[in-house]
């Protein structure tokens, strides 16, 4: 089993609609990013959470630590939301990221 | 202030010879962290390391990879005698610490081995 687990592995939705990515981890950590990656190009990180909640625009990112799981949500989807969502994990005392499989997220106009 | 710039993006090498992936972090970044992507899979740890010094190399392979980060200059990615499996997309991400501190991502580099 995987230390970080995403779920679900493919999301489609309408324009407009609000989507929910999970990420579940089995590991103790001190942070973890949620990260986003357009077919082709660059990561560009979009969240880094050690502890409840926070906000960029239409993007929400929580996390549980008791749990051991985070959130994101985008509110009101949009088709440039296409891309794959990525959370990754840094164990607790360490540097490296480890990284759950990707979500990947298709909005229809 | 630049983002954290990745060259080339695209390299093409024959089986056999050599790849040198550069990793520029961004200004006032002394952190570098190495990642792979091979096709249809998720990202993995190769290497991080600090100016001058590797910290964890756990995720580099054991033969024909190495990685620096000189005193001046970019962190270099070195992939000697490259095979077929060393196609993968390699990014590179800097920090100005290490642990929970923010990481930028480079646009990485996409290797195609032929």
């Known amino acids: 089993k995987n230390e970080v687990e995403q779920s679900p592995q493919n999301l489609t939705a309408q324009e407009g609609e609000f989507i929910t990515i999970n990420c579940s981890y089995s590991?103790?950590?001190?942070?973890l990013h949620w990260l986003q990656q357009h077919p082709g190009g660059g990561i560009v990180s979009l969240f880094m959470?050690?502890?409840g909640k926070k906000k960029h625009g239409r993007l929400i990112a929580t996390i549980n630590i008791q749990e051991k799981h985070s959130s994101l949500h985008i509110t009101a989807s949009h088709p440039r939301d296409s891309a794959v969502y990525i959370c990754a994990a840094v164990k607790a005392a360490g540097n490296k990221l480890t990284f759950g499989g990707g979500t990947r997220v298709l909005v229809k106009p | 202030n630049a983002g954290v710039m990745q060259n080339p993006r695209h390299l093409v090498r024959r089986r056999g010879q050599e790849a040198r992936l550069r990793c520029s972090p961004m200004k006032g970044h002394s952190h570098v962290y190495w990642y792979r992507q091979l096709p249809e899979e998720g990202l993995k740890f190769m290497v991080y390391?600090?100016?001058?010094?590797?910290?964890?190399e756990s995720g580099m392979p054991k033969e024909r990879f190495s990685a620096e980060f000189p005193k001046e200059g970019p962190s270099i990615l070195r992939i000697q005698q490259v095979v077929r499996g060393d196609s993968a997309a390699y990014f590179c991400a800097s920090s100005p610490k290490g642990g929970t501190s923010e990481a930028f991502f480079g646009q990485g580099t996409r290797l195609t081995v032929v």
């Open positions: 590991v103790g950590i001190s942070a």
């Open positions: 390391l600090q100016k001058e010094n590797i910290i964890d």
């Open positions: 959470l050690s502890s």
